[in-house]
């Protein structure tokens, strides 16, 4: 199954968007492994104007983002259905004061699963 959600405001501050076939450019893949990795939570898309896209900083030095899969299963296990978890990770929590997702992308995961851990439903 694959994870898509609709564009939402959360997203609004994300600058740059890849198509599932730019992924696969992007890290030398076909679309089906593009699939592949967000089946497994390595990365996700969401449907811009009926086009899947994907957060481009979601790539980093030509793979995805190392934080990703266990951030996002650690949401899953808290409760959060895929779509939720996306958003999560793009809306600002009070206890960080910015999003997750810039955590993340900032090398910092404890603290994102540490309180992803503690929103458990």
Do not use: C, N
Request: charge should be negative.
């Amino acid at each position: 199954m694959w994870q898509s959600i609709d564009v939402s405001d959360v997203f609004s501050s994300v600058d740059k968007w890849l198509t599932v076939p730019e992924v696969g450019e992007v890290l030398g893949i076909s679309p089906g492994k593009v699939h592949r990795l967000v089946e497994e939570h390595h990365l996700f898309f969401i449907v811009r104007d009926g086009v899947k896209s994907v957060p481009a900083h979601l790539i980093v030095d030509g793979e995805p983002l190392p934080s990703l899969p266990g951030t996002i299963s650690v949401l899953i296990d808290a409760g959060f259905l895929p779509q939720q978890a996306f958003e999560w990770l793009y809306t600002v929590e009070d206890t960080l004061g910015h999003r997750p997702i810039d955590s993340l992308l900032a090398g910092r995961k404890s603290e994102v699963r540490r309180i992803a851990q503690s929103l458990a439903f």
